[in-house]
């Protein structure tokens, strides 16, 4: 497949503005970036931070509308799926329908769902809406990505852009904690969906007068590749999700080996490697093989998977730890993850800033050192820590070693990629952070759960069955303490596997970034 030909003279666009044309006749550049990208990560922020709103709005979500609950994590599980499920399709559909078309439509789609999602009267109803956000989720979370490429030029304005692309992409998981506290204690629950009306609303108005829009590519959808591949993602999510380690009344309960669990795993490697022959024989390949044939390429998908595995684990716990140990509030909890929120902007500044200079490399080996130092430092907390002493300084280091690596790793997963693969390249880091953080519900709650309950029995029997109150109190948060200490270490491990992942794969040179339209097919 081709692109039209190359046009050299600037253009003006439909409101005006000067637009620099692209390499093979992509998409024109306008000027007014600043806008544009304003436009980009308000979008991205309202996609991801999704996942994280609805968390603390659950217990009014079940009061109002009867959920079981059984059905309640399913207000969760229901965009997790689809948005997982469908990323790569929603890449691959901008590659071919173009992207500020796509990306439009999945933001019209997710402010629509919102509205209805927020005027919910049953379990149906609310479910439903959830499913339609993720869809649009998936349809325009690949879709900005590939945006920042064709808009913003090569050096210090798409440097700046992936900055603060990912600061949003990273910092939407803490922003959406910090948001729903506030919005169901002085708001009311319905508003973490209607939050996202005007938001999308007004993104929408932008959107076709500060973005280019992308040539349409000759193809067709790979329909069994859509099939096997969204299927097999979302039966590897909804896998990892139930099998998360619960607790209740002192026990942990592991459903590793629960019926339901194996047979989604099992069927999650069936359809995906189904989905893998497909591709590898497809003329029309949803995720063309080219794709991952690079080897730094491959490399930040796999930082990505880590990355979301260790930074979700610890948001779950650190939630759970100020709100049951300390007994914060929900807003005050949220307020809590500030500093970590500023750690994610200083690290992507800085990264953004330095990676023109010293390449993508040290800052993707810098980076997940911070990050593995925030965890290991995060994990020494006990119940008797105050948040100076034990979460300020373990927050900021973190959030500045995630911030730091995923500058050069969006930059990276893009580099050298053909102008018709951008959006499934774009689509695979999202998947990566997306499966990573069932990965690490998953095993983390696993690690954590376990040690509570054995610490808790241990404490609860040497105590004797006549405790008072006060000392259950303590030996619960004891427990509390000392097992989430334990899942914490292990997420100091994971961005440490990132670390290795950095030193093995990735070769990229400074010279690979400069003066290379990540846009454009290699020469």
Request: proline letters at 4%; one cysteine or more.
């Amino acid at each position: 497949m081709s692109g039209p030909a190359e046009s050299t003279a600037p253009a003006v666009d439909d409101v005006g503005q000067q637009a620099v044309a692209a390499p093979n006749g992509e998409t024109q550049r306008p000027q007014r970036l600043g806008l544009a990208l304003t436009v980009i990560a308000t979008a991205q922020l309202m996609v991801v931070l999704d996942a994280t709103i609805v968390n603390v709005a659950l217990p009014h979500i079940q009061d109002a509308l009867h959920f079981s609950g059984t059905n309640l994590e399913w207000v969760v599980n229901a965009y997790t799926l689809a948005f997982g499920g469908l990323l790569l399709l929603g890449g691959r559909s901008g590659d071919l329908l173009g992207r500020r078309r796509v990306f439009m439509a999945g933001i019209g789609l997710f402010a629509f769902a919102s509205l209805a999602g927020g005027f919910a009267t049953n379990e149906a109803w609310l479910l439903t809406a959830r499913v339609v956000q993720g869809i649009g989720g998936a349809l325009a979370a690949p879709a900005s990505l590939a945006l920042i490429a064709v808009t913003f030029p090569e050096g210090k304005e798409r440097n700046r852009a992936m900055g603060v692309y990912t600061a949003m992409s990273i910092a939407g998981g803490a922003v959406g904690l910090i948001a729903g506290g506030l919005l169901t204690s002085y708001a009311n629950w319905r508003w973490v969906f209607f939050v996202n009306v005007p938001i999308g609303l007004v993104v929408l108005l932008l959107a076709p007068r500060v973005l280019g829009e992308s040539e349409r590519r000759s193809g067709r959808f790979d329909i069994p590749g859509a099939i096997t591949g969204s299927l097999g993602v979302g039966a590897l999510v909804y896998g990892l999700s139930e099998a998360a380690t619960t607790f209740a009344n002192g026990q942990a309960t592991s459903h590793w080996g629960s019926p339901k669990v194996i047979v989604s795993l099992v069927a999650s490697v069936v359809l995906l490697v189904a989905f893998g022959v497909i591709e590898a024989r497809s003329k029309h390949a949803l995720l063309p093989m080219r794709v991952l044939a690079s080897r730094n390429r491959s490399g930040a998908y796999l930082i990505s998977l880590c990355i979301g595995t260790a930074l979700f684990g610890m948001f779950f716990f650190m939630t759970l730890f100020v709100q049951d140990v300390w007994n914060w509030s929900p807003v005050r909890s949220g307020i809590s993850y500030l500093p970590m929120v500023a750690g994610i902007f200083i690290g992507a500044g800085l990264s953004s800033n330095l990676v023109a200079r010293i390449g993508a490399r040290p800052l993707m080996i810098i980076g997940p050192i911070f990050a593995a130092g925030g965890l290991f430092w995060l994990s020494r907390i006990t119940e008797h820590s105050t948040y100076a002493g034990g979460l300020l300084g373990p927050m900021i280091i973190t959030g500045i070693g995630m911030g730091t690596t995923f500058v050069p790793l969006s930059l990276v997963s893009l580099s050298k990629v053909r102008i018709d693969d951008s959006g499934v390249a774009s689509s695979l880091l999202n998947t990566g952070q997306q499966v990573g953080g069932s990965i690490g519900l998953a095993i983390l709650g696993t690690v954590a759960w376990s040690a509570v309950a054995s610490n808790l029995h241990s404490a609860t029997v040497a105590a004797g069955a006549n405790a008072s109150k006060a000392t259950q109190t303590a030996i619960y948060n004891h427990a509390l303490a000392s097992g989430f200490s334990r899942g914490y270490l292990v997420a100091s491990g994971i961005a440490v596997l990132a670390l290795i992942v950095s030193l093995v794969f990735i070769r990229v040179k400074k010279s690979d970034l400069a003066g290379i339209d990540p846009m454009a097919a290699p020469v």
